[in-house]
């Protein structure tokens, strides 16, 4: 295993210079890396077949196949991309990545309001909060999850807080959010993560599948009273995309427990059977069982 100090100095050059190269250099990599996933490599092609195919039973063989080579295209596309993000310009991240309906957010922070921006692993999750640091023009707060290997944290936190987002490790998220208190930010998070070290977890159906999830923005939202926004994100060609924001909680609101977790889930759902090869299926999602006393 490598020294995890010498890790964390390894020079990042050959990123920049993949990062340097002209999109009509790395479209057609892009394309050459899907094309290698789906029929070289065959990555994770397995857990692709069996999550497709249990979420959309009543798919023809054919049509299974079409789904899981757009899958790969699409995933080789936001990987080239997100290389890409070391040098993005802001010219070129607006021309990219565009916010619609979110004047209620912006009136919010602009009245003095923190809000929740609650997202998924939609498309292009990376460039989505790069667009939200350029675009909002308040503070910034996104929760990650720490690597392992620390070269891979560093640069991936200096990639992330490039337009000034402060990244906030997730298991400090609340702790980090109340000595915020009140002051006008914006706070956001990925939450369709399989909940595998949490025992704070609501179960549900979801894409055909008793899934558990993450309470993580139902609990923030309990105690801080917070505005809550689901950010919505859809590809409108290669290489662009175009985010929403859709009210996810208002102060207020009187909900039973798991309510807000289950409206989350059903516009998780609803964004990916708008566009079913832009979710990650290849992760294992569905790795927790639900018990019969759930």
């Not at 070289?40 to 054919?62: D, G, K, W």
């Amino acid at each position: 295993m490598a020294d995890p100090a010498t890790s964390a100095q390894r020079s990042a050059w050959w990123v920049r210079l993949l990062a340097a190269l002209p999109w009509w250099v790395m479209n057609p990599l892009a394309d050459l890396l899907a094309w290698l996933a789906w029929r070289v490599v065959r990555v994770e092609q397995r857990s692709l077949r069996e999550n497709l195919s249990a979420s959309y039973p009543t798919l023809t063989e054919p049509q299974l196949q079409r789904l899981m080579r757009d899958y790969y295209r699409n995933f080789s596309q936001v990987l080239v991309e997100v290389i890409r993000s070391v040098n993005l310009s802001e010219q070129e991240l607006r021309e990219r990545v565009t916010l619609e309906h979110f004047e209620p957010v912006r009136s919010l922070l602009a009245a003095g309001s923190p809000v929740l921006l609650v997202a998924a692993h939609q498309c292009n999750w990376e460039w989505m909060l790069l667009g939200l640091s350029l675009e909002l023009g308040h503070p910034l707060e996104a929760a990650y999850k720490p690597l392992v290997d620390g070269w891979a944290q560093r640069e991936m936190l200096k990639a992330r807080s490039r337009f000034g987002a402060r990244l906030v490790p997730a298991q400090e998220l609340l702790a980090h959010i109340l000595r915020g208190g009140r002051t006008p930010r914006a706070i956001a998070m990925v939450a369709d993560q399989e909940p595998r070290t949490s025992e704070r977890r609501h179960w549900l159906r979801f894409m055909n599948r008793d899934t558990a999830f993450f309470m993580g923005a139902e609990e923030i939202t309990r105690v801080t009273k917070f505005p809550a926004f689901f950010i919505g994100l859809r590809r409108t060609r290669r290489g662009h995309y175009a985010m929403s924001a859709t009210p996810l909680y208002q102060p207020g609101e009187k909900l039973n427990t798991g309510a807000l977790t289950e409206r989350y889930a059903r516009l998780v759902e609803a964004q990916i059977e708008a566009s079913p090869a832009d979710w990650p299926w290849s992760h294992k999602r569905w790795k927790l069982k639900k018990s019969l006393y759930a």
